[in-house]
């Protein structure tokens, strides 16, 4: 499927969970179209990028190996995203990343994921944290955070820091979210 016949076929996804799951079967069942899926999502000022980027969240929930090719791309690009729809689905990418980063065991991520991957990852979830974007890439964003300041020594005391200079700004969602990570890194402290 060409990326214009990709790009056709998301025009009938909508929020509902029925479209996406529909669409990310099929990349799924073909994995080439992942690397139209993300040509698609990074035409980052198209409506349609955020349907590609609500697909991809999909297919990375199920098989997150699958973005293992496109590591470099993906990261490279992902500053770019800009509205909301598109935002949210790609920081849970990211925060499905840096789980599986740091799951126990070997596993693919851990020897494909490049401290270059990472570099670019931190930038984006640090970009979500202090820009005006909504709380789910914000919490996201806290998480994926919290994970790679286990290597990453500069990366906790900044995030207690906009935690806590955000706390009281914020809503109901990220104060909790944030309180969790809060805890965790006073314990780790």
């Given at each position: 499927?060409?990326?214009?016949?990709?790009?056709?076929?998301?025009?009938?996804?909508?929020?509902?969970?029925?479209?996406?799951?529909?669409?990310?079967?099929?990349?799924?069942?073909?994995?080439?179209?992942?690397?139209?899926?993300?040509?698609?999502?990074?035409?980052v000022?198209?409506?349609?990028?955020?349907?590609?980027?609500?697909?991809?969240?999909?297919?990375?929930?199920?098989?997150?190996?699958?973005?293992?090719?496109?590591?470099?791309?993906?990261?490279?690009?992902?500053?770019?995203?800009?509205?909301?729809?598109?935002?949210?689905?790609?920081?849970?990418?990211c925060e499905?990343?840096?789980?599986?980063?740091?799951?126990?065991?070997?596993?693919?991520?851990?020897?494909?994921?490049?401290s270059?991957?990472?570099?670019?990852?931190?930038?984006?979830?640090?970009?979500?944290?202090?820009n005006?974007?909504?709380?789910?890439?914000?919490?996201?964003?806290?998480?994926?955070?919290?994970?790679?300041?286990?290597?990453?020594?500069?990366?906790?005391?900044?995030?207690?820091?906009?935690?806590?200079?955000?706390?009281?700004?914020?809503?109901?969602?990220?104060?909790?979210?944030?309180?969790?990570?809060?805890?965790?890194?006073?314990?780790?402290?």
């Open positions: 499927m060409t990326v214009q016949a990709l790009y056709n076929e998301l025009s009938y996804v909508d929020h509902s969970r029925e479209k996406r799951v529909f669409y990310a079967k099929k990349v799924l069942a073909n994995p080439e179209l992942v690397g139209n899926l993300l040509q698609i999502m990074f035409m000022n198209d409506k349609v990028s955020c349907r590609a980027a609500w697909v991809l969240e999909f297919v990375c929930r199920e098989k997150l190996e699958i973005i293992i090719p496109h590591l470099n791309h993906f990261t490279k690009n992902i500053h770019h995203v800009h509205l909301d729809p598109a935002v949210r689905p790609v920081a849970k990418i499905c990343l840096a789980e599986a980063y740091y799951k126990n065991n070997k596993n693919p991520i851990k020897q494909n994921l490049k270059a991957h990472i570099d670019h990852i931190i930038e984006f979830c640090l970009d979500c944290l202090i005006d974007e909504k709380v789910a890439p914000k919490a996201h964003s806290m998480t994926v955070l919290f994970l790679f300041g286990r290597d990453y020594n500069w990366i906790h005391p900044e995030l207690i820091l906009i935690l806590e200079r955000d706390f009281y700004r914020q809503s109901a969602a990220f104060k909790a979210r944030a309180r969790r990570i809060l805890k965790k890194l006073k314990k780790n402290q």
